[in-house]
């Protein structure tokens, strides 16, 4: 056996010192555009090529992967003929390295798919991958090897393959390979799941499972790839706030953010997180779990006393986190100022005192501006509207937060199921922000579609605010006489709306519906009960509709 081992290696030997001897004497083994120092260490590798000793021709074909020049990618296309897997694999991988560069060893890349090592298969088909050379043969080629009876060459294969095919295609070798007993082997395979772009839900029982691997690293990855479930993740709470108090700070900071990629939806997590802040022998990972609060109690209703606890930490960037969480609170807590204020007399750090600062700034100006930013008083059930479990399922399904900052955006997008999961979920419909309620901005905007009409339905019936006032003097009515539909205006005085609001400039209910020409809307409020007694003398004057007038002047409008 050896000496048919000897044998095979001084055919493969001669083989390539024949070529290489052709490559000098074509003068192919060097550039014009390589330097004099370059030209000498390629020459000096070429030589290595045909050294006998496998060590050294491995080495030559790792160090000529830094030369970028077609003559370099011509000669490592000979090593890809050598005796030695070890080296024919060296080979393709640096061909991968040199990228275009390695353009003439396409025929050699593609003969060596056919090698008898599954790793030299690998890297050759990475390397004609940066050559955009026959993909689907390649992914094809590379698929058989998910068979491969060794586990470490199925996982390789399936990281090949990542984003190439459908996960679900790789997670029967994945899911086997973080059962294995390499360790090395889970590693790899839960780091593809870490990878992933996307993972199927029958991915997150098999992440959870890693969760209690033996291997810091394959914990922290399975960690890290949960939050890719976001708010459909809410599952694996139990396992993640377990994973809070794992031994490496690496697994506990990926477990935090795993928690927080799911945003309100967990919430039961708060006392565990609250735990980490005070207790976690990491700096790092308590800076985390302050920064988490943001997201998962973006109003600070539960979490500002786990943050006044986080003020006491003995390092200046957890502080400096609390602080920066409390300002991102909407609405903002003024109620919690006497407690920053008792902070300030003591802390030494600048860049702490200068955000301790900005939120004694931030609630005196809140305070002048009448606290601009409500969350609204609680809203009503509605007697048509959706059960909660139904919305919460629907609005989790989706990816969105429990939150008055989504009700706002749905709402301004026009998204009428997500805007009435919202409210069935017992988000209040009489948010507000800077001097406008929530259904004053529906009302405001509407342009007639559906979708709005939909909205504004909504939040009458799930007890929106109708006679909410802004500086002006202005309600969602008064807004909706001149803008709406009669049905909609019919449904707001149902529903308890003042009919006769007056702003400031005098305009009214009235003039709105007048100004507008909306005379079914005149028609009705003159029927509910409007009676004509503070309109501006304008009203008439500047009504052209001869069908409002008419309207007006049997109501006594002169």
């Known amino acids: 056996m050896a000496d048919e081992a000897t044998g095979i290696q001084f055919f493969f030997m001669k083989k390539i010192s024949y070529c290489l001897v052709i490559l000098m004497i074509a ?35 790792e160090s000529l992967r830094y030369y970028k020049y077609p003559e370099v990618a011509t000669a490592l296309s000979v090593a890809l003929s050598d005796s030695s897997a070890r080296v024919r694999n060296r080979a393709a991988l640096s061909l991968y390295e040199l990228k275009e560069a390695a353009r003439p060893a396409i025929p ?22 940066n050559l955009k050379e026959g993909k689907q043969g390649i992914i094809s080629a590379i698929s ?25 295609d790789l997670m029967p070798v994945l899911t ?48 890290s790839a949960l939050t890719k479930f976001k708010t ?62 943001e997201w998962i109690d973006p109003e600070g209703k539960e979490s500002m006393p786990m943050l006044l606890d986080a003020l006491k930490d003995r390092d200046a960037e957890v502080r400096e986190r609390a602080l920066e969480t409390m300002l991102s609170f909407r609405p903002f807590p003024v109620s919690s100022v006497p407690s920053v204020q008792a902070v300030l007399g003591s802390e030494t750090n600048d860049d702490v005192k200068r955000l301790l600062e900005r939120i004694i700034e931030r609630s005196v100006r809140d305070k002048e501006f009448n606290s601009s930013i409500k969350s609204g008083t609680p809203g009503k059930r509605s007697d048509t509207g959706m059960q909660k479990s139904e919305a919460e399922k629907l609005l989790q399904e989706k990816g969105i937060q429990m939150t008055s900052d989504e009700l706002w955006g749905h709402v301004n997008e026009g998204d009428a199921p997500v805007v009435k999961a919202l409210l069935a979920a017992g988000i209040s419909p009489n948010s507000e922000r800077q001097g406008m309620s929530v259904l004053m901005i529906a009302v405001s905007t509407y342009q007639g579609a559906p979708e709005q009409k939909e909205i504004i339905q909504a939040m009458i019936e799930y007890g929106a605010d109708l006679n909410y006032k802004t500086a002006n003097g202005t309600t969602p009515f008064f807004e909706a006489a001149g803008k709406c539909d009669p049905g909609l205006l019919l449904a707001m005085i149902k529903a308890g709306a003042i009919l006769e609001v007056k702003a400031k400039g005098g305009a009214t209910t009235m003039t709105e519906a007048a100004m507008a020409n909306k005379i079914e809307n005149v028609r009705l409020l003159l029927k509910a009960g409007y009676k004509l007694k503070n309109e501006p003398a304008w009203l008439m004057s500047s009504t052209k509709n001869p069908e409002i007038l008419t309207l007006l002047r049997r109501a006594g409008g002169k």
């Open 27 to 61: 003068g192919l083994c060097v550039s014009q555009e390589m330097s004099k120092g370059e030209r000498k260490n390629v020459n000096r590798y070429l030589k290595d090529l045909k050294n006998k000793d496998e060590s050294v021709r491995y080495d030559a074909v």
């Open 108 to 129: 050699a890349l593609k003969q060596s798919m056919q090698d008898s090592d599954p790793w030299v298969r690998i890297n050759a088909g990475a390397a004609l991958f």
């Open 144 to 168: 058989e090897l998910l068979k491969h009876p060794e586990p470490r060459v199925q996982v390789a294969a399936a990281r090949f393959l990542l984003g190439e095919v459908p996960f679900t």
């Open 176 to 223: 086997a390979g973080l059962k294995s007993l390499d360790p090395e082997v889970r590693v790899d395979a839960s780091k593809e799941f870490d990878d992933a772009d996307q993972l199927p839900a029958s991915a997150l029982a098999v992440l959870v499972d890693s969760l209690n691997d033996s291997n810091a690293d394959v914990r922290k990855n399975a960690a």
């Open 232 to 293: 459909k993740g809410t599952t694996a709470l139990p396992a993640l706030v377990r994973s809070l108090k794992d031994q490496d700070a690496s697994v506990r900071s990926e477990a935090v953010d795993a928690i927080t990629s799911m945003g309100t939806w967990a919430r039961v997590a708060l006392p565990a997180l609250h735990d980490v802040i005070v207790s976690d022998t990491d700096a790092g990972v308590r800076r985390n779990a302050v920064r988490s609060l």
